[in-house]
């Protein structure tokens, strides 16, 4: 294949601040006859400005990093317009931190026990446009989408939602007792469970956090 035919090779930006960790993946990258490095740097201000100067394909970013950490990298060249795919490398495994990089920008999340060969891997599928997660943090992101969509669909019985409403127009408990032809108690008992479930306390802030999370108009 001559030189007018081969394919260009992706451009990969490196951010890590462990030397050692740094160099090795620079090494495994550069080894690709697909890949080419175009900046590796130390921390995650001089990522963010190295990916807006270069504008490299994907940038491969340790999640903890001085300065920026990985996902405020990528929060926040991703919403400068930058093109980059980002690819977080982390040591943590948790189904919130893997959930939060994902939500900010990034395209891939790898823990930083992948093998060498994996991250190369990993570089080209996210230039394909493919997103990366491994399948044991599969499972744990899926748990953390259905955790965060119950917190804000609490659930509510219609009957709960029928006295929320009325809370919100001003009624008192009396009133709404009378409205629903129940006890001011039974009522009482009503609110107490919307307010559980809201992980709220009193009724102004019950129906502020329902309008927070959309439940009332």
């Not at 001089?46 to 490299?56: D, G, H, K, R, S």
């Not at 903890?64 to 990298?73: A, T």
């Not at 982390?90 to 931190?97: D, I, K, Q, R, V």
């Not at 009325?166 to 009133?175: C, D, E, F, V, Y």
């Amino acid at each position: 294949m001559d030189s007018t035919t081969r394919p260009r090779r992706i451009r990969v930006l490196i951010a890590d601040d462990h030397p050692v960790y740094r160099h090795g993946v620079s090494r495994e990258l550069e080894a690709d006859e697909g890949l080419d490095v175009v900046r590796v740097c130390t921390d995650g201000k001089e990522a963010l400005a190295a990916i807006m100067e270069v504008e490299p394909d994907v940038a491969v970013l340790d999640h903890r990093m001085p300065g920026l950490d990985g996902v405020q990298v990528a929060l926040t060249a991703s919403g400068s317009g930058s093109a980059t795919r980002m690819l977080i490398l982390s040591a943590f495994t948790e189904n919130a931190t893997v959930y939060q990089a994902l939500r900010d920008g990034a395209w891939g999340y790898l823990t930083k026990e992948a093998e060498p060969r994996e991250i190369v891997e990993a570089v080209k599928a996210c230039h394909r446009g493919d997103p990366v997660l491994p399948p044991r943090l599969t499972a744990g992101l899926i748990s953390e989408i259905r955790s965060r969509s119950e917190v804000r669909d609490p659930r509510l019985t219609q009957r709960e939602r029928e006295i929320l409403t009325m809370l919100a127009s001003g009624m008192s408990t009396p009133a709404i007792a009378r409205a629903v032809y129940l006890a001011p108690s039974t009522v009482k008992t009503h609110i107490q469970h919307v307010c559980d479930k809201l992980g709220v306390s009193g009724r102004a802030a019950v129906v502020a956090e329902a309008m927070r999370r959309g439940i009332l108009d």
